[in-house]
Nanobody
Framework: EVQLVESGGGLVQAGGSLRLSCVVSDLPLDDYAIGWFRQAPGKERERVSCLSSSDGSLYYVDSREGRFTISSDHAKNTVYLQMNSLRPEDTAVYYC?????????????WGQGTQVTVSS
């Protein structure tokens, strides 16, 4: 059964760090891309970052580059999002999602999300 399970969210002060994890079941990371998205209250879900081991693609969106780092551990079939220098505007529910092969492919499976709250 395909499952994407996020963890690592929580409450942190501005300037702090969190590392989110996405444990992926039944989808080998060699063959699928995993992306991170977020949705703040009252806003649309937006892309944050994506990593594809199959074609080596990796991206970050806007200001996240430099503060956020995406990585993977194939032995654990887990994708991480290290978030540093967090800002109150980073507050959102963070989701990981599976894409077929490339980061440009449509998302076909979502995790349940993990809440990140950054206090000022």
């Amino acid at each position: 059964e395909v499952q994407l399970v996020e963890s690592g969210g929580g409450l942190v002060q501005a300037g702090g760090s969190l590392r989110l994890s996405c444990v992926v079941s039944d989808l080998p990371l060699d063959d699928y891309a995993i992306g991170w998205f977020r949705q703040a209250p009252g806003k649309e879900r937006e892309r944050v970052s994506c990593l594809s081991s199959s074609d080596g693609s990796l991206y970050y969106v806007d200001s996240r580059e430099g503060r956020f780092t995406i990585s993977s551990d194939h032995a654990k079939n887990t994708v991480y999002l290290q978030m540093n220098s967090l800002r109150p505007e980073d507050t959102a529910v963070y989701y990981c999602a599976a894409r077929a092969v490339r980061c440009s492919s449509p998302v076909f499976y979502w995790g349940q999300g993990t809440q990140v709250t950054v206090s000022s």
